[in-house]
């Protein structure tokens, strides 16, 4: 049992920087934006509110103001008036109204106080007709010349008590223009007033980022330990709000995965203790056994066939057991981390032509060795790598075998173990490296009954007997002692190809290496 990586840290950090980053600026945009819609809200109503008061309260001067001078001046004017009495009573009041322009109208006379003012296109027909009509005290607020102008008008009735008119209108224009900069300055003023509103909002979307977010970075930083496998990284929990109550969440699975955690490494841990213990124990009886069968083999040819035949067969089981328990002891140290590489200086091609010999299969494998290609490696190792994939391929491939070492880099070197048998389906070549993983009985051409493709190379005296099933494991643990790894894959023209891919290290590397540790 091995315990996996947990996942990317590096995908995890960059994953929680755009997260709290994101969640920044989104804060920072939506206080900004909030507090540009109130501001401008505010400077709208403002101004209407503003503008409205300061017309109604001019169009209530000018009302109140024409109606006091009208009633004093008009008084003493004897109707109907002339030209000239018509022209002194706008005069007379006009006197009390400032720089208003008073225009007295009755029937086809017209009078106007600035005899040098244009009014024909400041008094509209609208108000003239509502004037006429007798209702009291009409106003309008109209453009002239591009500028804002407020004319009230009214008639003026006789003081008789009937209120019957006289025929006699007034109308007075008011300047608005002051009106209009007094508006447009405090428009302004609101409106400037509006940049520091947003800084400050801007401002405060930062500082309150900054303590929303802080939980968050620090479960961020939390995580990413985690997954780097600091079971031990924990967050503190701070108040009782949403950020608390998901950072006691985290703690409590980081809790919980700690405890599972250590669980299965003693459990782990166990099951390394149970195997080697077992494999230990086993080899004192397997010596008798191996003594007894080795007896028993020798003197198979005078004994009745159907005891040769036992005999035989105890010996070969009692060899495969042996090499099963070899196999498990070897596993056991990989998997407890005891094993330590002896790495030398090496000629890759010399070691794999004497695998093959040691084993006879020289003549019937083909190799294509790239010589001088020397490395600092562990023979022994090299030669379990060799011995286990070409005793593989001669097991359950088809002939020709062909044994491949090249050096496509300047810092890799290849070795390839080809076949031409039926191959491996997509299945068992993901599966070709698990512990005692059992292909097809299809690819298995010397046991009938199917046999381990990820099963132990033969034997050292060369016999192509089934193996223990780990040969294909412990041949990949190798070569990752090494920093390097085993793939398969199959052949365009049929079989299957395994591939070793080991970092060149060179000769001179390991002398510099040397030269460093003795100074």
């Not at 985290?250 to 390394?272: G, M, V, Y």
């Amino acid at each position: 049992m091995r315990r996996r990586d947990a996942g990317k840290p590096g995908a995890v950090r960059r994953g929680s920087r755009r997260l709290v980053g994101g969640l920044r600026v989104r804060l920072v945009v939506t206080f900004v934006l909030v507090a540009l819609v109130s501001a401008v809200t505010a400077t709208a109503l403002a101004y209407r509110d503003a503008r409205t008061a300061v017309l109604q309260r001019t169009q209530n001067a000018a009302v109140d103001d024409l109606r006091e001078r009208v009633a004093a001046v008009g008084a003493g004017l004897d109707l109907p008036p002339d030209q000239r009495s018509l022209s002194r009573f706008a005069a007379k009041v006009s006197e009390g109204m400032g720089a208003r322009i008073v225009v007295a109208r009755h029937q086809d006379l017209t009078a106007v106080s600035d005899g040098y003012a244009d009014t024909e296109g400041r008094i509209t027909a609208e108000l003239r007709a509502a004037v006429r009509s007798g209702d009291g005290a009409r106003f309008q607020r109209v453009q002239w010349r591009g500028d804002p102008y407020l004319v009230v008008g009214t008639p003026v009735t006789y003081a008789d008590g009937d209120r019957r008119t006289s025929g006699l209108e007034v109308f007075v224009i008011t300047d608005l223009r002051a009106e209009r900069d007094d508006t447009a300055a405090l428009l302004d003023s609101v409106r400037t007033g509006t940049v520091p509103v947003v800084v400050l909002a801007a401002l405060l979307a930062l500082l309150a980022a900054g303590t929303v977010l802080r939980p968050v970075r620090k479960l961020g930083r939390a995580t990413r330990e985690l997954a780097a496998g600091d079971l031990g990284s924990r967050v503190a929990v701070r108040g009782h709000d949403e950020l608390a109550d998901l950072a006691r969440t985290f703690n409590e699975t980081a809790d919980a995965l700690q405890a599972s955690d250590a669980e299965l490494r003693a459990q782990e841990a166990k099951a390394r203790r149970f195997v080697a213990d077992v494999s230990h124990e086993l080899r004192t009886p397997l010596a008798a056994m191996t003594m007894v069968a080795t007896v028993l083999e020798e003197d198979a040819d005078q004994l009745p066939p159907d005891a040769a035949h036992a005999a035989r067969t105890v010996g070969a089981e009692t060899a495969r057991l042996s090499r099963l328990v070899e196999d498990l002891m070897e596993i056991s140290r990989f998997d407890a981390g005891a094993i330590r590489l002896d790495a030398t200086v090496t000629d890759l091609a010399d070691t794999v032509r004497a695998s093959l010999a040691l084993r006879g299969w020289t003549d019937r494998v083909t190799v294509e060795l790239r010589e001088d290609v020397r490395a600092v490696v562990d023979r022994r190792r090299i030669d379990v790598i060799v011995a286990n994939l070409v005793g593989n391929a001669l097991r359950h491939g088809a002939p020709p075998v062909t044994v491949t070492l090249a050096a496509p880099g300047g810092d890799r070197v290849t070795l390839e173990v080809a076949d031409r048998g039926p191959g491996l389906p997509p299945e068992a070549r993901e599966r070709v490296f698990d512990r005692f993983y059992k292909a097809d009985a299809a690819r298995t051409r010397s046991t009938p009954e199917g046999g381990y493709r990820g099963g132990g190379g033969p034997g050292e005296d060369g016999s192509l007997g089934q193996g223990s099933g780990l040969g294909m494991a412990i041949a990949l643990e190798n070569a990752r002692l090494h920093g390097g790894t085993i793939e398969v894959a199959e052949r365009p023209e049929g079989g299957a190809v395994f591939t070793l891919r080991l970092p060149l290290r060179h000769p001179e590397e390991e002398e510099e290496e040397e030269g460093e540790g003795d100074g």
